[in-house]
């Protein structure tokens, strides 16, 4: 029998304060682990590391990816929607195998991709739910015409640290001086998390003051996104939502999902401008595509009523990569360790 290591993450450790997006972890590592148990591999449960007499054949590891966590073999991670998973072995985000190469979305029917795409819309306008907790949907207040809608991260998030060319502050104060300069309504929305980030809480409420086109609001992200000509990100989960919306998305970070995206920097605000006026319905089009393959063949869905066709793919997944792991092990790990270079 082979033996894994499995790096606990949410669900396998005891928390005294439940948090945000436990019971989401819970049910694809109970997912993780019942496919394990299905391919005859045993896997260690304990936090304390495993005996040299047990050491494992591969490690799978929860919210890393090779470029933090050399070690390990197989990486999960959940994504941009509370419900989908994506699992790798070279990590999640950008730096999936699968998204650092355009993947091969646009051969997903467009009528299906409308379709999914739209009905999806209408659910999360409908009923408000985001992977963050949101106010509810009929609560924004005023907003200006023609705005563009941009949602702040934070600082200390790992896609900000280890994918992202610009910061947090540096992102509000290039899109607040070029607001004013160009006359472009510009609209931010602090994080849920940024109450724990003073200094980027008070750096936006002062981009604001004696500005005309520079505003922050607390509405619901889908009443924004829906209302806004546009979003402009660094790699927020926002602007894959904002596809699904079928909204023009400018990123200023690297993401997986920026096949779609005008990827921008501080010398092509205009362009990134006149990209979300010239946005088209084919534009959106290949929009909903990515979105389609995205959530039906990148990653795994646990939603009752997917969560036995993930499972399936998840276990077809992991038999054909423990056979590559397993098979030769030697060859792997230089594999492994010329990525991580």
Known sequence: MN???????????????????????????TMLKYCLQKLSVEFNQNIIPLSEELK?????????????????????????LSYLFTIDTDGWGPQHSMMQSIPSFETVDTQKAITFCKHLSSDFLTKGYSKQKQPPINSLHDTPEHFIFAPIQ?????????????????????????????QQHIVFKLHPGNFLDPDIVAHTQNSCKDRTYVHVVDGNIHELIQKSKGVMCINSGTGFESLIH???????????????????NEKLLDQANEYIDAYTKNDGIRGYQLVYYYYHEHSYSIKEGERSQSTERLLSYLRKTFEVILSNKDQFNMVKETNTN
Request: hydrophobic fraction near 35%.
């Open 3 to 29: 033996r894994v290591f499995i790096k606990y993450y949410r669900s396998f450790i005891s928390h005294n304060k439940k948090t945000l997006g436990d019971d989401d972890w819970a049910v694809f590592e």
């Open 56 to 80: 494992p054949d591969a490690i799978i590891s929860a919210h890393h990816s090779k470029n933090t966590d050399a070690d390990s073999d197989i990486f999960y991670k959940q994504m941009h």
């Open 154 to 182: 934070r600082p200390t998030d790992v896609m900000i640290k280890n994918n992202s060319p610009i910061g947090v502050a540096d992102f509000i104060t290039l899109l607040s001086n070029w607001a004013e300069k160009s």
């Open 246 to 264: 079928g909204k023009p998305v400018v990123t200023f970070g690297r993401c997986d999902y920026k096949w779609v995206t005008f990827n921008a």
